[in-house]
């Protein structure tokens, strides 16, 4: 999953391969930690990595429970790209096991973060409104809030008694939100020694989503599997050419190690080695670059493509601010993993490059997401099952149920040594939440993709809207073409011209039943069978 993203270079969609010799990763921000608020840590640079033969993989027989805890409800969590809030309307989401509702607050000009219930009788405020003074309003008995989450209006009190609007008791709990990267971020607690957590303490920062020289198309997608499903998924190169075959090319295999071919799919060895492994996350070296994760939810991998003329530029880094050789092409797979609530997770995606610009000029961005989803979908339904099979044995047991002999598992290897060294192999919910998993659905509803993307998505539900009125124009362009040659019988029009209605309606007709089928496959549901590709 590491290659969900096409990178364009003599194709549209040709997958570009990282050099085996790359720089070492752009440093990024990263989340700093209550107890020690003013230190940043940063990656290590090429020259202070240990060398292969002192680095080793990760045992796999190291399950060791930790004292030091990773805080599931100390950390920033994505929300949403910007991009896909609409700001005339509250928007629901869920994360940690928690309802919230996320909405612009047109006073303050900033995206607030609520709980998602209303302090009078607990109905959604997700399901409410923007009123015409900018509060969110509760849309069952109209009771209104502002930005602070203080309640300005309860239409039922009357204006000349007591003033019951002000109590405590009628105020929304607020969550702390930032927007960084162009996306909505949350803290997950509404108490208040966290108010001002965001002066102390930012979200992961990635430098290149803000860089105007790089492109930068978002994506966003629910998923019916776990938080640690989807992370270590994302961690495995080797399952590409596999669960994708068909989809993207094999980019785990130079050319020069394609000789000796012993499959289809061309899977071959891979080496990894896990440079620095804490609570905090760990770096990971291979044969294609390197690799950070960085808990709870960041996971990307850079590569430096190489300059103009070939070879590969360095890059340096002052104050936090990457200065790169403007000849040199990079390229980064940005992967957020938000837990959502158990056997589901939410995947914020983006592709940074500096390179091949135009390409995401020219196409809009439904046009991306069509093929980011089918790389999804085609092994959703195997991961969905996956899951349910190592609820079966137990998540604290998955290093001993699973065999994995070989390094190019390094990297899952580290995340579930991480997931059970220092959170006890679980996502710690809200009360309201169990660990156990709910029973399989049916492949059609966990492979949907109209729910799961194509209404959160502002880019495909335009495209979708724009569709659907073009096929109704080609279906009623056909039946009027019909019309119009029913009306010409017993005139003296001409062979060419009625042949020409009838290819014009035939035409549309068919246009209509492809452009129905398209919708369809690429907004509502797409199946793939891994046996017939």
């Known amino acids: 999953m590491e290659s969900i993203v096409s990178l364009p270079s003599s194709s ?22 209550p107890h020690r608020l003013q230190r940043t840590v940063r990656l290590v640079s090429h020259s202070t990595l240990p060398s292969s033969s002192a680095s080793s993989t990760l045992s796999t027989t190291d399950t060791t429970i930790s004292g030091e805890k990773f805080n599931w409800y100390a950390h920033w969590y994505p929300v949403a790209p910007v991009c896909d809030l609409d700001k005339r309307a509250p928007h629901a989401k869920r994360i940690l096991g928690l309802d919230i509702v996320v909405w612009w607050d047109r006073v303050k000009e900033q995206w607030q973060v609520f709980d998602d219930r209303c302090p009078h ?13 900018g509060r969110l309003q509760c849309v069952y008995h109209g009771w209104c809030f502002n930005g602070s989450g203080g309640c300005e209006l309860i239409p039922q009190a009357s204006p000349d008694g007591p003033p019951v609007q002000r109590a405590k008791k009628a105020c929304v709990a607020v969550y702390p939100s930032i927007v960084q990267n162009k996306i909505v971020w949350f803290w997950p607690s509404t108490d208040p020694q966290y108010k001002d957590i965001a002066l102390k303490e930012k979200p992961p920062y990635v430098p290149q989503l803000d860089d105007p020289s790089y492109t930068c198309t978002m ?7 776990g938080y640690e499903i989807l992370t270590e998924n994302l961690m495995d190169p080797a399952h590409v050419p596999y669960a994708h075959y068909g989809i993207l090319t094999n980019i785990t295999a130079p050319k020069a190690l394609t000789t000796n071919v012993r499959d289809r799919e061309g899977g071959r060895p891979l080496d990894m080695t896990i440079e620095e492994f804490d609570k905090t996350g760990f770096l990971s070296r291979n044969t294609m670059g390197y690799s950070k994760f960085i808990a709870p939810c ?9 300059s103009s003329n070939g070879s590969i530029s360095s890059s340096s880094t002052q104050e936090g601010i990457i200065k790169t050789n403007q000849k040199q092409r990079n390229a980064l797979l940005v992967f957020l993993c938000i837990p959502v609530s158990p056997g589901r997770s939410r995947l914020i995606y983006v592709f940074p490059r500096n390179f091949s610009v135009w390409v995401d000029q020219i196409f809009p961005r439904w046009f991306f997401h069509i093929r980011q989803n089918l790389v999804l979908d085609s092994d959703l339904y195997l991961l969905h099952l996956e899951e349910q099979k190592i609820a079966e044995v137990g998540p604290s047991n998955w290093l001993k149920a699973c065999y994995v002999p070989t390094t190019s598992d390094a990297k899952v290897i580290a995340f579930r040594r991480w997931f059970a060294k220092y959170a006890d192999s679980q996502v710690h919910w809200s009360t309201k939440f169990s660990n156990y998993l709910l029973p399989s659905l049916p492949k059609e509803q966990i492979m949907d993709r109209y729910w799961s993307h194509t209404v959160q998505c502002s880019s495909c539900r335009a495209a979708l809207k724009g569709m659907k009125v073009l096929e109704v124009i080609l279906q009623v362009f056909s039946v009027i ?10 005139s003296l029009v001409s062979t060419v011209t009625r042949v020409s209605i009838v290819f014009t309606a035939v035409l549309c007709f068919l246009a209509s039943r492809w452009l129905s089928h ?16």
Request: hydrophobic fraction near 40%.
């Open 481 to 490: 073409s019909i019309g119009i040659l029913a009306a010409m019988r017993g």
């Open 518 to 533: 398209f919708i369809y496959k690429n907004f509502y549901y797409h199946d793939y069978n891994h046996a017939f590709v």
């Open 121 to 133: 009788r607990l109905a959604p405020l997700s399901e409410g409104r923007i009123d015409q003074w």
């Open 12 to 33: 549209l969609f040709h997958l570009s391969i990282p050099s085996p010799s790359l720089p070492p990763l752009p440093p990024l921000r990263l989340p700093l930690q």
């Open 219 to 225: 994506g966003m997608r629910d998923l019916q599997y």
């Open 298 to 306: 960041l996971h990307y991998s850079a590569a430096s493509l190489g």
